[in-house]
């Protein structure tokens, strides 16, 4: 049995759920973290030292922990060719757009555009800060929009790991509260994830309980 650890509105544990609903595996997810709590209990710190979620152990075998790292388990024991290739260059291939995603997308968006509109007081905002990096993450989104003009996903005609990182954030992109440039290819491409069921059950979850009360 896979068991998860982490709440569902947590974008890491989205990545990682999202995963395991695409490839078909049955899980058992708890939740921790945030408003839930459980992250400082001696437990939870054996299976991972930073207090942060997810957390997966797969069986007997041992916790696992950071989100990149359980799919790319998840992937290597579990995807078909398809999702991750098992040629070294071709896989390599698929990787390298799914940690340009996290790093260039992902992690800027989440630290420095989600996290302040939505876990900070509209009076504590650094307005001019999330401009600033919408412009930089604009940026890159542009290099995904030229991409997808030319494919139905990140890598051609199959979802692979890339789009999981690609995607994960996409959800909150397009309903956050915030000014998006015109990117036709990058808004089709999040509308063939949307009518993905695994998707829709796992990434388009509210993040209202996020905010401050």
Avoid at 36 to 49: S, V
């Amino acid at each position: 049995m896979l068991t998860l650890w982490g709440r569902a509105d947590s974008s890491n544990v989205q990545a990682v759920t999202w995963t395991l609903a695409e490839l078909g595996l049955p899980f058992e997810r708890h939740d921790i973290g945030h408003r839930f709590g459980g992250t400082d209990t001696p437990d939870y710190i054996a299976m991972n030292p930073n207090r942060t979620v997810p957390v997966l152990q797969d069986g007997d075998g041992p916790a696992l922990w950071e989100s990149a790292a359980i799919v790319r388990y998840l992937a290597n024991r579990y995807a078909p060719e398809a999702f991750w290739p098992a040629d070294p260059l071709a896989r390599a291939d698929v990787d390298r757009w799914a940690e340009w995603a996290k790093v260039n997308i992902n992690l800027p968006f989440g630290g420095s555009v989600f996290y302040p509109m939505v876990f900070q007081p509209a009076e504590a905002r650094d307005d001019a800060a999330i401009a600033r990096a919408m412009t930089g993450i604009t940026a890159k989104l542009q290099i995904a929009e030229d991409r997808l003009k030319t494919r139905r996903w990140m890598m051609g005609d199959a979802l692979t790991l890339a789009d999981i990182h690609m995607g994960n954030l996409l959800y909150r992109y397009h309903t956050l509260e915030i000014d998006r440039p015109a990117l036709p290819a990058l808004s089709a491409y999040y509308q063939r994830l949307c009518d993905r069921p695994a998707y829709a059950e796992h990434v388009m979850v509210s993040f209202d309980a996020l905010r401050p009360r």
